[in-house]
């Protein structure tokens, strides 16, 4: 995880991973995988919520401008140009924050699911929750990466996790 920065995960949070990751003795990490997997929901949204596209052509304006002025040799428009610039890719970091902190979460995630399911082996348990869960997590993660509207991410979002047996029980009440 970023070690610094808007989107850096609080030290709690990483002691705890590495708490599950280096303790032979916890046979189910579940708790921690939905806390991980809701975290990169949440940064998932976050990158849902950004406008790239308009981040990009900011960027090509700011460029143009910049040409133009350093064609005309106007100090002051080179500097100006430059502060657009630099605004213009302001997005384009966030957004690789995010991606970095995702990364690690996938990692993590699957650094998780090998540990339980060797402790799970071990205990002679033949399918693991967190094995299913994995799986869950695998096929929407693809899902994700191909749906191109935002609108059809979060519903897909949604109805999967209406799915999950908790939301069902929390819709119930």
Not at 42 to 51: A, K, Q, T
Not at 74 to 99: C, D, F, G, H, V
Not at 134 to 162: F, G, M
């Amino acid at each position: 995880m970023p070690k610094h920065g808007r989107y850096m995960a609080p030290a709690n949070i990483l002691a705890q991973y590495n708490r599950v990751l280096k303790d032979p003795d916890i046979l189910n990490v579940a708790s921690e995988m939905a806390l991980l997997s809701g975290r990169t929901q949440v940064l998932m949204d976050m990158l849902d919520d950004m406008d790239i596209p308009a981040a990009v052509n900011e960027i090509s304006a700011a460029l143009q401008n910049l040409r133009v002025a350093v064609s005309m040799d106007n100090r002051r428009s080179i500097n100006q140009s430059i502060t657009e610039m630099e605004k213009a890719l302001s997005p384009l970091y966030r957004e690789r924050i995010i991606w970095m902190e995702a990364r690690e979460n996938f990692k993590l995630s699957s650094e998780m699911t090998i540990k339980q399911n060797l402790l799970m082996k071990d205990a002679e348990e033949l399918i693991p929750k967190t094995q299913v869960l994995e799986v869950i997590v695998w096929v929407n993660r693809i899902a994700v990466k191909y749906i191109r509207a935002n609108e059809d991410r979060k519903a897909y979002s949604r109805e999967i996790l209406a799915m999950l047996p908790r939301a069902e029980a929390a819709v119930q009440k």
